[in-house]
């Protein structure tokens, strides 16, 4: 953990204030900073949002968002008064220059009373259409030139496809530098995640199997319990494809895949990142339906309570065609990883909350066991637990105890909960500290985020021009679609999932 550190002052902007995001994720994540002395000591937030708010009002929405959704729970008052005199509001209209300037004015004042000059730094918790609107007229004012002071924060989606994308890392280095721009990728700020770059390379155990000799083969799966919930309107036009695979699992795989760093500079991790991406074999049209499954859940029972299916849900078309499930299968094209088949799934309303990668090593090249030795005859498997359990397993046969020689399965584990004593950061609390410090090693660039599209375009093509005769085709509660289960049963493999834990640590 960062222990106590010294940050320029800051003037951080929250474009979308008044937004569900930063009510529940970017302030709290700023208040434990403040409690755990990462913020500056000089610092600002500004709220700019349209819904009508008085300072008072604006602190009090904020308060009430730490209260329900920090890790922190409810702020003892003196400490939260304290950070709270840091947040303003501007009532404001993101298409008027006006707003603009008096930003400008604002970070001027800043500039004039605080003891040296602010970094800024622009959140864009906003529709993807205000993005060039806002970096636009932010140039305008001359809000974007200062490489070391002027920071921007987009949150996904970037674009809708290859070409939007394309179009929207056109505008913006247009306006900031490369440098100066982070995508934000939330997955790539939870611990269990960073942690797969320690335990890959500050380990000398696991590289030298970490390979095609070893590995038989490598899963990463992203189940979650709940539906799309109010989001229906945004999903529908989005998919499990652009709203999960595109971002947050191809990161997870870039982490399992990547190839050792020469150091863990910003740009020496991400160009082993991006390397991953270009390595996938390209999806082949006359293979497609082989190796991709789509699923849209059903209504049904979750823990004895009725839910909506997919098409019943709020703000979706009822004949919608969109994903809510999938599960690719793929290759990656590396002297590492050749014929190592990947499979990934994510899917909503599925029968688990759970993000897990799975590696499978091979079987052993020869058994002196008797067939009856061995109860359960399983391979070396090693399980990341992401979420909600935080663990590393690494699955082994032992000998059971007892006079007979009787193998089975056993884990050896490191368990979060059992290791640490303290929490840790949320994601975001990572990324923003990231942020504030200027670190971009945890987001995303433009070429990686552009290889991530251009990948997945094939599939979203082939979706998006066949409707699928059989959504939905999965039932609340469930695994997913019976095709998922036969695309990796076919290979002679199954989808591993833990053992639903008692007491699930969020
Ligand atoms: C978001 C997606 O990026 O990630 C959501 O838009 C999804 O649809 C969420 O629910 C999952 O994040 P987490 O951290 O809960 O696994």
């Not at 404001?92 to 001027?108: M, P, R, V, W």
């Amino acid at each position: 953990m960062k222990t106590e550190i010294s940050i320029k002052p800051t003037v951080f902007m929250i474009f979308g204030g008044t937004g569900d995001l930063a009510a529940r994720k970017l302030i709290p994540a700023l208040y434990n900073l403040y409690l755990d002395k990462f913020m500056p000591s000089q610092f600002a937030i500004i709220g700019l949002g349209r819904t009508e708010y008085t300072l008072e009002s604006y602190r009090k929405e904020m308060l009430e968002g730490v209260t329900e959704f920090s890790r922190s729970g409810k702020p003892d008052t003196k400490t939260w008064k304290a950070f709270a005199e840091n947040i303003r509001f501007l009532n404001a209209d993101l298409e008027q220059e006006k707003t603009y300037q008096n930003l400008s004015q604002i970070i001027d004042k800043c500039d004039d009373e605080w003891t040296e000059p602010a970094n800024v730094v622009h959140y864009l918790a906003v529709a993807p259409r205000f993005f060039p609107i806002i970096a636009e007229n932010l140039a305008k004012v001359k809000l974007t030139q200062d490489k070391c002071r002027c920071r921007i924060v987009i949150e996904k989606p970037f674009g809708h496809d290859l070409e939007s994308a394309k179009a929207l890392n056109i505008l913006l280095r247009g306006i900031f530098d490369e440098s100066q721009i982070y995508r934000i990728d939330h997955y790539l700020g939870k611990e269990t995640v960073q942690n797969m770059m320690a335990f890959r390379f500050a380990n000398a155990l696991f590289e030298p199997v970490w390979n095609r000799n070893f590995i038989e083969h490598v899963q990463i799966s992203v189940s979650e319990k709940i539906g799309v919930g109010d989001r229906g309107g945004y999903y529908d036009h989005s998919g499990a494809l652009r709203d999960m695979v595109q971002n947050h699992l191809l990161q997870l795989v870039c982490l399992v895949a990547m190839e050792s760093p020469v150091s863990f500079g910003a740009d020496e991790v991400r160009n082993r990142r991006v390397d991953v991406l270009k390595a996938i074999r390209p999806f082949n049209a006359q293979e497609l339906n082989q190796n991709i499954v789509r699923g849209q859940y059903n209504g049904g029972w979750v823990e004895g309570e009725e839910v909506n299916g997919y098409r019943e849900e709020k703000g979706v078309n009822p004949q919608s065609n969109t994903e809510t499930f999938a599960a690719l299968k793929f290759f990656v094209d590396n002297w590492r990883w050749q014929n190592v088949p990947f499979y990934v799934r994510t899917g909503k309303r599925m029968h688990q909350q759970s993000s897990i990668i799975s590696i499978q090593f091979k079987d052993v090249p020869h058994k002196i066991f008797p067939d009856d030795a061995a109860e359960i005859w399983q391979q070396n498997r090693l399980i990341i637990s992401i979420q909600p359990e935080m663990s590393i397993r690494l699955q082994v046969q032992a000998k059971r105890p007892g006079v007979n020689m009787v193998l089975n399965p056993v884990d050896m584990v490191f368990d979060y909960q059992g290791t640490y004593t303290h929490d840790g950061p949320e994601a975001y609390e990572t990324l923003l500290l990231d942020v504030l410090q200027g670190d971009q090693t945890l987001f995303m660039r433009a070429d990686q985020v552009e290889v991530a599209w251009e990948l997945l375009m094939p599939v979203i093509e082939f979706w998006e021009k066949k409707t699928s005769l059989n959504f939905p085709n999965y039932s609340a509660d469930s695994w997913g679609p019976e095709l998922a289960e036969a695309l990796i049963a076919k290979d002679g493999f199954h989808w591993y999932s833990l053992p639903v834990s008692k007491k699930p640590k969020s």
